[in-house]
């Protein structure tokens, strides 16, 4: 196998399990050094091994409550602290809640817009200094789908995942110059613990699992784009031919999928 990433150390939040675990271990498979982050420290302590013995790489575990700001800044100083610099940052770890916004919780509402944007913002904000310093370096946002194309019972989700792709968009522009890529994955739904959370009635998960992603071809598909100047990643295609032709007619598209929209 050739190690195309070797001696390349890859920061991937959200990495105890589903796409995040996946990713570490195709970042390793190809030379890399995965630095994980996630609350659950003993998951990552075990996929650490895991990934230690099959593929001869170091991997790095840290704890964090990717909720708590503080927290996230102080283990991201200790990160740059502990290895000097990185090359990618991959902020994959997002969390969702699915319901109506006269229904919500405001602390599943702070939560969302907690993780999915303000921990990726902090992470951008702490290594993007050191990315443009070396003059290369990667950042990979996971976006969604839904933030091209809200639905019902999505309102809060597709809001943050809408700003990390206004968000990437601009940075992207800003960092080229530098050498350090930006690249948002926007992805429909995959077969992850996301839907426990998110809809712990099950409903909208059978509804969508002919449809669904399986996390390790994603992870796969996203650790080839690394160091590769590439824009966007968005899968499945289909939904993302979907999402465009929602952005051009937006209320015919809402009238047409109507029923598929409230599936949640």
Not at 20 to 49: C, F, Q, T, W
Not at 66 to 71: E, G
Not at 160 to 183: C, F
């Amino acid at each position: 196998m050739k190690k195309i990433l070797k001696g390349k150390k890859i920061l991937i939040t959200g990495s105890s399990n589903g796409i995040g675990m996946y990713l570490a271990i195709h970042v390793a498979g190809k030379g890399g050094e995965p630095i994980l982050v996630s609350r659950s420290i003993n998951k990552l302590r075990i996929i650490k091994d895991i990934i230690e013995k099959k593929y001869d790489v170091p991997v790095h575990c840290y704890e964090a409550d990717l909720a708590d700001d503080q927290m996230w800044k102080d283990v991201l100083q200790s990160i740059f602290l502990d290895h000097g610099s990185l090359d990618a940052v991959i902020n994959n770890a997002g969390v969702g809640k699915f319901d109506a916004v006269n229904e919500s919780n405001w602390n599943d509402i702070e939560q969302m817009i907690s993780v999915n944007i303000r921990a990726a913002f902090r992470a951008t904000y702490e290594t993007l200094p050191y990315l443009i310093e070396q003059r290369r370096g990667h950042i990979i946002n996971i976006g969604s789908q839904s933030g091209k194309m809200a639905t019902p019972k999505s309102a809060v989700y597709s809001a943050t995942k809408h700003a990390i792709i206004g968000y990437s968009n601009a940075l992207r522009m800003e960092a080229e110059p530098y050498g350090v890529y930006v690249t948002t994955v926007n992805l429909g739904p995959v077969k992850t613990d996301f839907f426990q959370n998110a809809d712990p009635t099950g409903k909208y998960e059978k509804a969508v699992q002919k449809i669904m992603l399986q996390p390790n071809q994603v992870a796969r598909e996203i650790v080839q784009t690394l160091f590769v100047p590439k824009r966007e990643m968005d899968r499945p295609v289909w939904m993302d031919l979907g999402s465009r032709c929602y952005q051009v007619y937006p209320s015919l598209f809402e009238t047409l999928l109507s029923s598929q929209f409230n599936k949640k």
